[in-house]
């Protein structure tokens, strides 16, 4: 039996993703559950600067990480992208996501849209998705449900939510989380090369994101 990796599809290289959503649209419940049904799809794990939230652990949510360890991984060149978001450093390690593809996993990275940018620019062939909530109001529903921000910390969520939105169209796919099944379906069908209902371009896409924008003052 031959043991090349057209014959032996265990051994191809893995696809590299990228993920971003605003905070609160359900991303990273979403790609847990899709990891989950999904053995060969892995999610990377980031480093940050931030403490540790209550039920966080080391190494499975993130590399947790000081400044100080942060900026040398940087001077040795070890991020495949970085950036900070709300005062603190996050990154991804290049060698770490090498290792993943190599042993024939889709790797996923769940980054903001100045990470997916980084990440396209040093991976062509990097797929993106962007995950939307169906409305603001929504999106400030769930924030506030999680009872962890307070009302100044949720508002400037928002604010960077309607940021994060404008650069929708730097995305291939786009995802909107109206309803937790649906939108997990969407990703399976995405992840197993069966994407093109949630293309960028189809009809429609662009007057909701321009009303989801309206709403919060922003225009597309």
Partial sequence: MSNSPISNPARREGMLYVVSAASGAGKTSLLRALVERQPRIVLSVSYTTRPPRP???DGVDYHF???RTFAAMGLREEWLESAEVFGNKYG?????????RAEGRDVVLEIDWQGAKMVRERVPETRSI?????SLEVLRSRLEGRGTDSPQAISRRLAAARNET??????DYIVINAEFAPALTALERIFAGQGEPWRRGRPGLGDFI???LAAGGVNA
Wanted: proline share 7%.
């Fill in 210 to 212: 321009a009303r989801l």
């Fill in 166 to 171: 404008l650069h929708w169209r730097e995305y």
């Fill in 92 to 100: 991804t390690s290049a060698a770490c996501v090498d290792a993943l």
């Fill in 65 to 67: 990480v000081d400044r």
């Fill in 130 to 134: 962007f995950i939307l909530p169906p």
């Fill in 55 to 57: 039920g966080e652990r």
